[in-house]
């Protein structure tokens, strides 16, 4: 398995509890032959960027800044036509059955794994 998918939002757990599992699953990921990793976050309940959305995006600026995961792309950005996508496909080519490919979810995040 090259790809895998990830529930955060499943059992409703708190902020903090999403977080660590997000880090986590990265972490497993590295030592594993995981390359990419798509988080289910969901969106908030008013269209606005729920709590745990907010808290992924942010927890993932600070990976790729500190260079613990190559890059992430949105929900919308999880197209064909974007490059990043692309090349996660390459790497990972169970990830082009995703069902969300195209659909421009913004509840979900793809990591690229170092």
């Not at 988080?39 to 008013?46: A, E, L, N, R, T």
């Not at 949105?74 to 990972?92: K, N, P, Q």
Request: hydrophobic letters at 40%.
């Amino acid at each position: 398995m090259d790809f895998k998918v990830i529930n955060l939002k499943e059992f409703n757990p708190s902020v903090e509890l999403a977080i660590a599992n997000l880090e986590i699953e990265i972490e497993l990921a590295k030592s594993s032959n995981i390359k990419a990793i798509k988080f289910i976050h969901g969106y908030g309940s008013h269209g606005a960027g729920g709590a745990i959305c907010l808290a992924v995006r942010r927890k993932l600026i600070s990976l790729v800044k500190n260079k613990k995961i190559k890059f992430y792309i949105t929900g919308s950005e999880w197209t064909l036509e974007d490059e990043r996508a692309r090349e996660i496909i390459y790497a990972c080519p169970s990830s082009s059955l995703d069902e969300d490919i195209g659909h421009f979810n913004p509840g979900i995040t793809i990591v690229c794994i170092k």
